[in-house]
């Protein structure tokens, strides 16, 4: 966690971090592997984005899969993607793209999608597919080293057609260790849909979204898929998938459950919100007309309000949405925010405290209303803000802003060890390993030996990061 880096953002609510996808496969390095394959991610870092309400209804989905999966809870992580996308890392972390959520219609349908990723941890198929491909690998470099041999001999003699043969070993064996690797992941596909049914009927769960998810997905691939070569893709085609599910609902007697009129709600309202904060503004009025009184339409209108600077109207449509559903914590985190971004971080202490009493569990609560308890510079509200910031990064030590404010929270207190900690272990939550020694160091310096304090700076100074 600690070696993950991280951006900023402004929004204290909305946070984009960068965090790297331990990538599974080698392969588009080394054999030309459609970039459309779900397996391999891109290399470096994935930005992710932290958000309370999210997190919170992923894993109210996610949490009686996990149960029939017999899975220990993995981090589930929004990324500001508009594609239709999840997937699982080697670190056994599940990536849902902002698209997977705003594309889906109702909680089932991403339930579905999620359920499939599980499975994919369940099964240990990260691994599985490392180690099918490092075996592959060492097939096609004996393969390879045949083919060398042979164009070596060709160009020593003078004989094409040794050369020739050479060259045509080399292509072969990059073109059977590709489309090995892609069979035995389209079987990995399959076993993961076959699964996520397992799972969602053994839950009581209709597994109807997930039809209906695949199914649009075989509408939109039915063109680019005509014609393809079916050894050359990284899944089973989407109709097939289709006929193999249709198969097993048939046989459910869950098929016609829907989902609970609270629970769709919840979706429908991070949808709302997902929208308000990553499409442009007209594009959500287009998608939320005025003429839409529903609660979601009026979440998704407040946001673009706050969005474009406009703090007055933002907060009367806030205040309505408060009024209108009085114990939903996001709203009231959303007032808090508007409030602090626009500078009146006083105000935007009483929205903030609510949002955390009627969710106490969410440390990005308890980080937001720790920021504008410090933007105050109220030295009469620091011993608070440190108390509150220091339970949330010990739960979530990823959130490197609340390590930020807690050390300004310190320094109104005049600790200044404390406040250099408090900053070194900001620096090292954003993989900035130098600047965090730095600060340990000076920290460590002024906190007396042995105690918890000094210890966590003799961590950090001890730390040796892996070599990439």
Same mark, same amino acid.
């Given at each position: 966690?600690?070696?993950?880096?991280?951006?900023?953002?402004?929004?204290?609510?909305?946070?984009?971090?960068?965090?790297?996808?331990? %990538?599974?496969?080698?392969?588009?390095?080394?054999?030309?592997?459609?970039?459309?394959?779900?397996?391999?991610?891109?290399?470096?870092?994935?930005?992710?984005?932290?958000?309370?309400?999210?997190?919170?209804?992923? *894993?109210?989905?996610?949490?009686?899969?996990?149960?029939?999966?017999?899975?220990?809870?993995?981090?589930?992580?929004?990324?500001?993607?508009?594609?239709?996308?999840?997937?699982?890392?080697?670190?056994?972390?599940?990536?849902?793209?902002?698209?997977?959520?705003?594309?889906?219609?109702?909680?089932?349908?991403?339930? #579905?999608?999620?359920?499939?990723?599980?499975? *994919?941890?369940?099964?240990?198929?990260?691994?599985?597919?490392?180690?099918?491909?490092?075996?592959?690998?060492? /097939?096609? %470099?004996?393969?390879?080293?045949?083919?060398?041999?042979?164009?070596?001999?060709?160009?020593?003699?003078?004989?094409?057609?040794?050369?020739?043969? #050479?060259?045509?070993?080399?292509?072969?064996?990059?073109?059977?260790?590709?489309?090995?690797?892609?069979?035995?992941?389209?079987?990995?596909?399959?076993?993961?849909?076959?699964? !996520?049914?397992?799972?969602?009927?053994?839950?009581?769960?209709?597994?109807?979204?997930?039809?209906?998810?695949?199914?649009?997905?075989?509408?939109?691939?039915?063109?680019?898929?005509?014609? !393809?070569?079916?050894?050359?893709?990284?899944?089973?085609?989407?109709?097939?998938?289709?006929?193999?599910?249709?198969?097993?609902? !048939?046989?459910?007697?869950?098929? #016609?459950? !829907?989902?609970?009129?609270?629970?769709?709600?919840?979706?429908?309202?991070?949808?709302?919100?997902?929208?308000?904060?990553?499409?442009?503004?007209?594009?959500?009025?287009?998608?939320?007309?005025?003429?839409?009184?529903?609660?979601?339409?009026?979440?998704?209108?407040?946001?673009? +309000? &706050?969005?474009?600077?406009?703090?007055?109207?933002?907060?009367?449509?806030?205040? /309505?949405?408060?009024?209108?559903?009085?114990?939903?914590?996001?709203?009231?985190?959303?007032?808090?925010?508007?409030? %602090?971004?626009?500078?009146?971080?006083?105000?935007?202490?009483?929205?903030?405290?609510?949002?955390?009493?009627?969710?106490?569990?969410?440390?990005?609560?308890?980080?937001?209303?720790?920021?504008? %308890?410090?933007?105050?510079?109220?030295?009469?509200?620091?011993?608070?803000?440190?108390?509150?910031?220091?339970?949330?990064?010990?739960?979530?030590?990823?959130?490197?802003?609340?390590?930020?404010?807690?050390?300004? +929270? &310190?320094?109104?207190?005049?600790?200044?060890?404390?406040?250099?900690?408090?900053? +070194?272990?900001?620096?090292?939550?954003?993989?900035?390993?130098?600047?965090?020694?730095?600060?340990?160091?000076? /920290?460590?310096?002024?906190?007396?030996?042995?105690?918890?304090?000094?210890?966590?700076?003799?961590?950090?100074?001890?730390?040796?990061?892996?070599?990439?």
């Amino acid at each position: 966690m600690g070696q993950e880096p991280v951006t900023s953002s402004t929004k204290p609510g909305w946070k984009v971090r960068l965090r790297p996808t331990g %990538l599974a496969l080698l392969v588009a390095a080394t054999m030309a592997v459609p970039p459309t394959a779900t397996w391999a991610q891109g290399g470096g870092s994935t930005p992710i984005v932290r958000d309370a309400e999210a997190e919170a209804l992923l *894993h109210d989905y996610i949490r009686p899969i996990l149960n029939a999966a017999g899975v220990s809870r993995p981090d589930i992580l929004l990324v500001p993607n508009p594609a239709f996308n999840a997937y699982v890392t080697g670190r056994g972390n599940i990536f849902v793209n902002v698209g997977a959520i705003v594309d889906t219609e109702t909680p089932n349908e991403l339930i #579905g999608v999620l359920a499939h990723e599980i499975a *994919h941890i369940a099964h240990n198929d990260v691994a599985q597919m490392t180690q099918q491909i490092e075996d592959t690998k060492v /097939a096609m %470099l004996l393969a390879g080293l045949v083919g060398v041999g042979a164009v070596a001999a060709g160009a020593a003699t003078g004989v094409d057609g040794v050369s020739q043969a #050479g060259g045509g070993i080399l292509t072969g064996a990059i073109g059977i260790g590709q489309r090995s690797i892609l069979r035995y992941q389209r079987d990995k596909e399959a076993a993961a849909d076959r699964a !996520a049914y397992q799972y969602l009927s053994g839950t009581g769960q209709s597994a109807a979204g997930m039809l209906a998810t695949l199914k649009r997905l075989a509408d939109q691939n039915l063109l680019t898929s005509q014609g !393809a070569n079916p050894y050359l893709l990284s899944h089973p085609l989407p109709r097939e998938r289709v006929i193999e599910l249709e198969s097993m609902l !048939a046989q459910s007697q869950y098929t #016609g459950r !829907a989902d609970t009129a609270e629970l769709q709600a919840r979706h429908d309202l991070l949808r709302a919100k997902l929208v308000g904060f990553t499409w442009p503004a007209q594009n959500v009025q287009r998608r939320y007309p005025l003429g839409d009184n529903s609660l979601a339409a009026r979440y998704a209108r407040a946001i673009v +309000a &706050y969005r474009t600077g406009k703090p007055g109207p933002a907060v009367e449509q806030i205040d /309505a949405l408060i009024a209108s559903a009085p114990n939903n914590p996001y709203f009231h985190e959303l007032k808090g925010q508007a409030l %602090l971004e626009t500078g009146n971080p006083q105000a935007a202490i009483a929205p903030l405290r609510k949002a955390v009493s009627l969710s106490p569990n969410s440390n990005l609560l308890k980080v937001i209303l720790g920021q504008a %308890l410090v933007a105050t510079d109220d030295r009469a509200v620091a011993a608070e803000a440190v108390k509150l910031l220091s339970v949330a990064m010990q739960g979530d030590p990823d959130v490197t802003t609340g390590y930020r404010a807690l050390a300004r +929270a &310190y320094a109104l207190l005049d600790d200044i060890a404390m406040a250099q900690l408090a900053t +070194a272990q900001g620096y090292f939550a954003e993989g900035n390993f130098k600047e965090a020694r730095m600060q340990a160091e000076r /920290a460590q310096a002024k906190l007396k030996t042995g105690s918890p304090a000094w210890l966590r700076a003799d961590d950090i100074l001890n730390y040796k990061p892996p070599k990439s």
